[in-house]
Nanobody, 121 residues
Framework: QVQLVESGGGLVQAGGSLRLSCAAS????????MGWYRQAPGKQRELVAH???????GYVDSVKGRFTISRDNAKNTVYLQMNSLKPEDTAVYYC???????????????WGQGTQVTVSS
């Protein structure tokens, strides 16, 4: 099983910045893609950003130009730099990773525990 550990959430005023980190750990695995999801009370869980092995990335329209996803493959770590934060960004943010393990050989779909991001007006 692959475990994900998230950090970087917190309370920030509108217009501020936060950087989320997510590190994957386990035995003999490879990651195909990683992403960040968020869920606010009364809202559906949504994909915020994702990044593939080759470095290709995508974003939901509401965060384009403000958020940047990046990945350090050697460290099995993904980051989400969040700038110009708005109150609408307030949510629990979850890291996701998909890939393969060798022993046993199987695909995996792992999630972090979630980190709270609160943006005050």
């Amino acid at each position: 099983q692959v475990q994900l550990v998230e950090s970087g959430g917190g309370l920030v005023q509108a217009g501020g910045s936060l950087r989320l980190s997510c590190a994957a750990s386990g035995s003999d695995f490879s990651i195909n893609a990683m992403g960040w999801y968020r869920q606010a009370p009364g809202k559906q869980r949504e994909l915020v950003a994702h990044i593939t092995n080759g470095g290709g990335s995508g974003y939901v329209d509401s965060v384009k130009g403000r958020f940047t996803i990046s990945r350090d493959n050697a460290k099995n770590t993904v980051y989400l730099q969040m700038n110009s934060l708005k109150p609408e960004d307030t949510a629990v943010y979850y890291c996701n990773a998909r890939g393969l393990t060798r022993m046993p050989l199987r695909s995996f779909d792992s999630w972090g525990q979630g980190t709270q991001v609160t943006v005050s007006s």
